[in-house]
């Protein structure tokens, strides 16, 4: 056995996704390393067989979600983790786990892109893949942590969310945050909230759930019940159906169990000097904390700005940002891709508040001097 | 403290990431707040690479450097392309093969110290030029106690070079000693 952890370490926010997994309960992994996510890949190798787990490298991005998948389905909790060009090809597995009901934590820490682009360089650019890159209707999570600890910390509630609600959870990274080394307190998993699925078949019906209730209760694959899985629409037993009624119901469901439990969990965000500000500035990920700096210097300077981060940007904390747009004169997204959450916040504003955008894609990080310049020449 | 900025650059293999990964690794076993990072690009030698480690008494927002207040430099096109834009008084340290200009040299505390040589001559290794650094760098600055400083050496480096990388780290600290008695 390895010796015991430090509680307090420098890590990076790739090995800190490690350490939050593995309090969560992750005890299999199967990846094909890839810039800038490999550290995820290089420390899960390291670290899950210390603590009795599996660590599989495959041959590519598809054959690791399957295999984590399966690993899933047999009751083990799963992640994998990519960039870019592997999360295009995660996309058709990550619709399955969704139509599947399989419980998964995908991350992908984005690069800069489309195809292999800047591996090493810092993009914001998967954040509408994230949301529409499996194809048909279907419900998302997604999660952008902005800092090393906060790594460690949204991992473990990815894991929780995957569990509780069988569903993929992505774990939205950036270069900026996977590869920053900052210092973790590693959280044992006794100290944290620890969700796990519920194993407790209902009629012996794999995809029955309860009166009131969304989400089917599945035991383990090599528990005792045989029953099927499949991508097509399925009645309780888990065989396909061309019923529409069942169809229907079942794709409701399914967008439900996100929809309905969005304020029990799900949802998720934070404010920072929002409470008198007339100029808010949307962020998330890594950068959040060239935001930050800009808000402390540009409040210095006299201006009443406030940040506003989603930290769930997956069901987007709609009513929460229009309610504070109300006091706002100016709302400026700040991004590294052309603009995706900045159509989001259009849609949702409305017109109602003028919205600017400062979005940056040559592979260099957002500073804080570009931000509180936008600030100034708005207020010219 | 006052918020060190610390920059250190060369080409791609000359370690200077992990010199700013020791770096932030001793300043936070002594308690400091630290964030450490870098960029390169996908060549595995050869590029030209920058890291960074910021030190200070409170939380750090900005993760990046803006205006160095201190830049290490090991390689002439690292020096070329990173000492534009370096904050008042922004101290330097740079392998004596790297030549400064003198609007440079006017403005800033510039240390050229033997750093590559010594690594071939004394440590026996030219690899080791990073430690030699970071020993230099943390004598200069005054980021990290002694003791911290070559836990954190120890942290990073293969087994069974532990007495090499600690006379390495003892090396850089006694070149910048040597220097400024004889200024």
Same mark, same amino acid.
């Given at each position: 056995?390895?010796?015991?952890?430090?509680?307090?370490?420098?890590?990076?926010?790739?090995?800190?996704?490690?350490?939050?997994?593995?309090?969560?309960?992750?005890?299999?992994?199967?990846?094909?390393?890839?810039?800038?996510?490999?550290?995820?890949?290089?420390?899960?190798?390291?670290?899950?067989?210390?603590?009795?787990?599996?660590?599989?490298?495959?041959?590519?991005?598809?054959?690791?979600?399957?295999?984590?998948?399966?690993?899933?389905?047999?009751?083990?909790?799963?992640?994998?983790?990519?960039?870019?060009?592997?999360?295009?090809?995660?996309?058709?597995?990550?619709?399955?786990?969704?139509?599947?009901?399989?419980?998964?934590?995908?991350?992908?820490?984005?690069?800069?892109?489309?195809?292999?682009?800047?591996?090493?360089?810092?993009?914001?650019?998967?954040?509408?893949?994230?949301?529409?890159?499996?194809?048909?209707?279907?419900?998302?999570?997604?999660?952008?942590?902005?800092?090393?600890?906060?790594?460690?910390?949204?991992?473990?509630?990815?894991?929780?969310?995957?569990?509780?609600?069988?569903?993929?959870?992505?774990?939205?990274?950036?270069?900026?945050?996977?590869?920053?080394?900052?210092?973790?307190?590693?959280?044992?998993?006794?100290?944290?909230?620890?969700?796990?699925?519920?194993?407790?078949?209902?009629?012996?019906?794999?995809?029955?759930?309860?009166?009131?209730?969304?989400?089917?209760?599945?035991?383990?694959?090599?528990?005792?019940?045989?029953?099927?899985?499949?991508?097509?629409?399925?009645?309780?037993?888990?065989?396909?159906?061309?019923?529409?009624?069942?169809?229907?119901?079942?794709?409701?469901?399914?967008?439900?169990?996100?929809?309905?439990?969005?304020?029990?969990?799900?949802?998720?965000?934070?404010?920072?000097?929002?409470?008198?500000?007339?100029?808010?500035?949307?962020?998330?990920?890594?950068?959040?904390?060239?935001?930050?700096?800009?808000?402390?210097?540009?409040?210095?300077?006299?201006?009443?700005?406030?940040?506003?981060?989603?930290?769930?940007?997956?069901?987007?904390?709609?009513?929460?940002?229009?309610?504070?747009?109300?006091?706002?004169?100016?709302?400026?997204?700040?991004?590294?891709?052309?603009?995706?959450?900045?159509?989001?916040?259009?849609?949702?504003?409305?017109?109602?508040?003028?919205?600017?955008?400062?979005?940056?894609?040559?592979?260099?990080?957002?500073?804080?001097?570009?931000?509180?310049?936008?600030?100034?020449?708005?207020?010219? | 403290?006052?918020?060190?900025?610390?920059?250190?650059?060369?080409?791609?293999?000359?370690?200077?990431?992990?010199?700013?990964?020791?770096?932030?690794?001793?300043?936070?076993?002594?308690?400091?707040?630290?964030?450490?990072?870098?960029?390169?690009?996908?060549?595995?030698?050869?590029?030209?690479?920058? @890291?960074?480690? *910021? /030190? #200070? !008494?409170?939380?750090?927002?900005?993760?990046? +450097?803006?205006?160095?207040?201190?830049? %290490?430099? &090991?390689?002439?096109?690292?020096?070329?392309?990173?000492?534009?834009?370096?904050?008042?008084? @922004?101290?330097? *340290? /740079? #392998? !004596?093969?790297?030549?400064?200009?003198?609007? +440079?040299?006017?403005?800033?505390?510039? %240390?050229? &110290?033997?750093?590559?040589?010594?690594?071939?001559?004394?440590?026996?290794?030219?690899?080791? @030029?990073?430690? *030699?650094?970071?020993?230099?760098?943390?004598?200069?600055?005054?980021?990290?106690?002694?003791?911290?400083?070559?836990?954190?050496?120890?942290?990073?480096?293969?087994?069974?070079?532990?007495?090499?990388?600690?006379? @390495?780290?003892?090396?850089?600290?006694?070149?910048?000693?040597?220097?400024?008695?004889?200024?």
């Amino acid at each position: 056995m390895a010796e015991k952890q430090k509680r307090f370490q420098l890590l990076q926010g790739n090995e800190a996704c490690v350490e939050g997994a593995l309090a969560a309960g992750m005890r299999f992994f199967a990846g094909y390393p890839i810039t800038p996510s490999t550290e995820i890949a290089e420390r899960s190798a390291v670290r899950l067989p210390q603590v009795g787990g599996k660590f599989m490298q495959m041959e590519d991005e598809i054959a690791s979600i399957a295999a984590a998948l399966g690993a899933s389905v047999a009751g083990t909790k799963s992640m994998t983790a990519t960039s870019g060009p592997g999360f295009s090809l995660k996309q058709e597995n990550i619709g399955y786990a969704t139509i599947a009901e399989i419980p998964i934590v995908i991350v992908d820490v984005m690069r800069s892109g489309p195809s292999t682009g800047l591996p090493t360089s810092p993009s914001q650019g998967d954040v509408m893949q994230a949301k529409w890159g499996t194809h048909g209707d279907h419900p998302v999570i997604a999660i952008c942590p902005c800092s090393v600890q906060d790594t460690f910390n949204q991992t473990v509630r990815a894991f929780n969310l995957a569990e509780r609600f069988r569903t993929p959870v992505i774990l939205l990274m950036d270069e900026i945050v996977g590869h920053m080394r900052e210092g973790c307190e590693i959280i044992p998993p006794d100290e944290l909230e620890i969700h796990n699925r519920n194993t407790h078949m209902i009629n012996s019906m794999p995809y029955a759930f309860g009166e009131g209730q969304y989400v089917p209760h599945m035991t383990s694959f090599g528990d005792g019940h045989l029953y099927n899985i499949t991508g097509l629409f399925h009645d309780e037993a888990g065989f396909p159906t061309n019923d529409n009624q069942i169809a229907g119901e079942e794709n409701d469901r399914i967008m439900k169990k996100i929809q309905i439990y969005k304020y029990s969990g799900i949802l998720d965000y934070e404010e920072y000097q929002m409470e008198d500000a007339d100029i808010g500035i949307v962020c998330y990920g890594g950068t959040t904390r060239a935001v930050r700096e800009a808000v402390d210097e540009a409040r210095d300077m006299g201006y009443n700005v406030g940040m506003f981060r989603p930290v769930t940007l997956w069901p987007f904390p709609e009513y929460e940002l229009v309610s504070r747009a109300r006091q706002l004169r100016r709302l400026i997204v700040v991004e590294h891709n052309y603009g995706q959450v900045l159509l989001t916040v259009e849609g949702i504003i409305k017109g109602d508040t003028k919205v600017e955008f400062i979005g940056k894609v040559n592979g260099t990080a957002i500073s804080p001097t570009e931000i509180i310049k936008k600030i100034e020449e708005g207020d010219e | 403290m006052a918020k060190e900025q610390l920059r250190f650059t060369g080409s791609g293999g000359q370690g200077v990431i992990l010199g700013t990964i020791i770096m932030a690794e001793a300043a936070f076993l002594d308690g400091k707040q630290v964030v450490q990072s870098q960029s390169y690009g996908p060549e595995a030698r050869g590029g030209l690479c920058k @890291a960074e480690t *910021i /030190v #200070d !008494d409170k939380p750090i927002n900005y993760t990046k +450097i803006e205006t160095p207040t201190f830049l %290490l430099s &090991l390689s002439q096109n690292s020096f070329d392309k990173f000492s534009k834009k370096l904050a008042p008084g @922004a101290a330097i *340290i /740079v #392998d !004596d093969s790297v030549r400064v200009p003198e609007r +440079i040299s006017q403005k800033h505390e510039v %240390l050229q &110290l033997p750093i590559i040589q010594s690594a071939i001559d004394v440590i026996g290794k030219k690899v080791s @030029a990073n430690i *030699i650094a970071c020993g230099a760098v943390n004598e200069a600055l005054h980021l990290a106690s002694q003791k911290s400083m070559e836990e954190a050496v120890l942290a990073h480096i293969p087994r069974g070079t532990e007495a090499l990388n600690l006379k @390495a780290v003892r090396l850089g600290a006694k070149l910048v000693q040597d220097r400024r008695k004889t200024e």
